[in-house]
């Protein structure tokens, strides 16, 4: 299978949910009139950095915005993928969804690595397991913003034999040569599609880099957005993984391939 991906990079609206999900509805319809198979968005996509209200914000993950996004997905025939505040049983997490076209939450992952310097330390709890799903068309890892600084993380997923992993971020300006080069690192190191979602726009001092890109198992940007609202679809084919590890195999000890 080849399936057709989108990425919808957007503003966020800080603490304004309402304008969000208003705005990803439309990007979710767009990227199902265009043939897509997923749809990935960016972290924390219904409320941003909104974290001293984050309890207020958070649901469980069968209610408010992971409830809403299980819906679309299942009236467009769509896997949707993106990062809401979580209320856990230990607190609020900020979790990776994954909405399948069946209307169902069918995989959570709680970001690992918080950002000191969004304070998420202070309101947020700390995931602690990676998680891989399996897509129609092969096993995805997911990962949050952060978490690209933290290598352990993306070769857990390569032991695993992920073809593809998605994250969902909010990358400030001015580290744009930083999220380039983590990218196509961690795809070239791990021989996997990797598939990054930043917003744009501004939050009150913090002005957000966009630059979404879909990259190749060689690290090459098959597509890469540059600062302004957009939605980014391309075809990818899978069995690139598969001949990018044929044609310089890495020997990874604890390796299990997942069929």
């Known amino acids: 299978m080849k399936p057709t991906v989108s990425i919808a990079q957007i503003p966020i609206t800080v603490g304004v949910p309402e304008e969000n999900i208003d705005r990803v509805r439309e990007y979710a319809v767009e990227a199902a009139r265009r043939g897509s198979h997923l749809l990935l968005l960016p972290e924390l996509w219904a409320t941003g950095y909104d974290l001293p209200h984050a309890a207020q914000w958070a649901s469980p993950p069968d209610e408010g915005p ?27 997490y900020n979790t990776a969804h994954v909405a399948s076209p069946a209307g169902e939450i069918v995989a959570l992952y709680r970001k690992i690595h918080l950002f000191p310097l969004m304070e998420e330390p202070r309101y947020l709890k700390a995931g602690t397991q990676p998680v891989l799903w399996r897509a129609p068309w092969g096993w995805v890892g997911l990962a949050i913003c952060y978490d690209v600084r933290f290598p352990e993380l ?34 070239i190191e791990n021989q996997y599609f990797l598939l990054a979602a930043n917003r744009v726009g501004q939050s009150g001092e913090t002005r957000f880099l ?34 990018a590890r044929r044609r310089l195999p890495m020997d990874l000890e604890g390796d299990h391939a997942q069929e």
Not at 68 to 79: D, T
Not at 160 to 174: D, R
């Open 210 to 243: 966009g630059h979404s890109m879909i990259v190749s198992p060689w690290g090459e940007p098959l597509l890469e957005a540059g600062e302004q609202p957009v939605l980014l679809t391309t075809q990818v084919d899978l069995a690139e993984v598969a001949e």
């Open 154 to 187: 993306f070769r857990a997923y390569r032991r695993a034999a992920a073809h593809m992993v998605l994250l969902p971020a909010e990358w400030p300006h001015p580290r744009l040569h930083h999220w380039r080069t983590l990218i196509q690192a961690r795809a």
């Open 66 to 92: 992971f409830a809403l996004v299980a819906q679309w997905a299942r009236e467009l025939n769509l896997w949707i993928v993106g990062s809401l505040l979580e209320r856990g049983p230990e607190g609020v």
